[in-house]
């Protein structure tokens, strides 16, 4: 026997709850993105990154587990052959949750809960940009204090100009007072 889930449940009971969390996901697959409570999104989530982990394996016992779920053949069939291959690349962390503020009527805190359809950024970019930035750290410091002693005279020739000029102007309208 499963251990119960800590805090209030979704529906009246265990059975309801199992109801409510298999419907979201139906619509979840169905929609691409659902708006529900925050309690609900977060309980929803496990659950569809489960199934869609079965849909990735892809054989006739995982898409009898994902049936025992998902009643509606259709969704199912959604899942098995778009959703699952346009998640093949990624590890895990198929939804994302974005939290959008209080429903108007009773001011449940709301979320949206949606698939990740972004491709997965490669590992070599990854690490090309590491090496840019080790080549930049193995510069010499000379060069850099060079960069940085040619950037200060820029720096402070501009506004040590500036300032006589501002002086001679106050001192040319005191005079005048």
Do not use: C
């Amino acid at each position: 026997m499963p251990t119960p889930t800590k805090g209030p449940r979704l529906g009246g009971g265990p059975a309801h709850e199992r109801l409510i969390l298999a419907n979201l996901a139906t619509q979840l697959f169905e929609h691409g993105r659902i708006t529900t409570t925050e309690t609900k999104a977060k309980r929803l989530r496990p659950l569809a990154e489960r199934l869609i982990t079965f849909a990735k394996r892809g054989d006739l016992h995982a898409r009898r587990r994902v049936m025992t779920v998902v009643k509606d053949k259709g969704v199912v069939h959604v899942l098995f052959t778009e959703i699952a291959p346009a998640m093949a690349e990624r590890n895990g962390g198929y939804t994302r949750i974005t939290k959008i503020g209080p429903r108007k009527g009773d001011n449940a805190p709301l979320a949206v809960i949606e698939l990740v359809t972004e491709p997965v950024s490669p590992k070599q970019a990854v690490v090309k940009e590491a090496t840019k930035a080790a080549e930049k750290a193995a510069k010499p410091k000379a060069e850099k204090v060079e960069d940085v002693k040619a950037e200060d005279t820029t720096v402070e020739d501009a506004p040590v100009e500036d300032a006589p000029v501002a002086d001679a102007d106050e001192k040319a309208t005191d005079e005048k007072a």
